[in-house]
Nanobody, 116 residues
Framework: QVQLVESGGGLVQAGGSLRLSCAAS????????MGWYRHPPGNQRELVAA???????YYADSVKGRFTISGDRAKNTVYLQMNSLNPEDTAVYSC??????????WGQGTQVTVSS
């Protein structure tokens, strides 16, 4: 089993920054990638950013240049640094960890609210 615990969400004014953390524990060897998804109110969940075990990163077009995903292997933690936030970034952000054979685990989610 794998456990993912997110932290760092909250309320911020437009133009501000937040850093989300996702700490992984359990049987996390040989994972394929870790990523951050968000679920805005009234919209579908979307992949925001991801990082592979080899360090390759992916960003949605809407966050390129503003968000940065990074990992700390010693702490088994992935971070999402979010800068220049705007109200359209308001969503529940969830951490996801993918493994071979389509195994996937989710964190509980953390709310990010950006006020105008």
């Amino acid at each position: 089993q794998v456990q993912l615990v997110e932290s760092g969400g909250g309320l911020v004014q437009a133009g501000g920054s937040l850093r989300l953390s996702c700490a992984a524990s359990g049987s996390i060897f040989s994972f394929n990638s870790m990523g951050w998804y968000r679920h805005p109110p009234g919209n579908q969940r979307e992949l925001v950013a991801a990082i592979t075990g080899g360090g390759t990163t992916y960003y949605a077009d809407s966050v390129k240049g503003r968000f940065t995903i990074s990992g700390d292997r010693a702490k088994n933690t992935v971070y999402l640094q979010m800068n220049s936030l705007n109200p359209e970034d308001t969503a529940v952000y969830s951490c996801n960890m993918k493994f071979p054979r389509d195994r996937s685990y989710w964190g509980q989610g953390t709310q990010v609210t950006v006020s105008s």
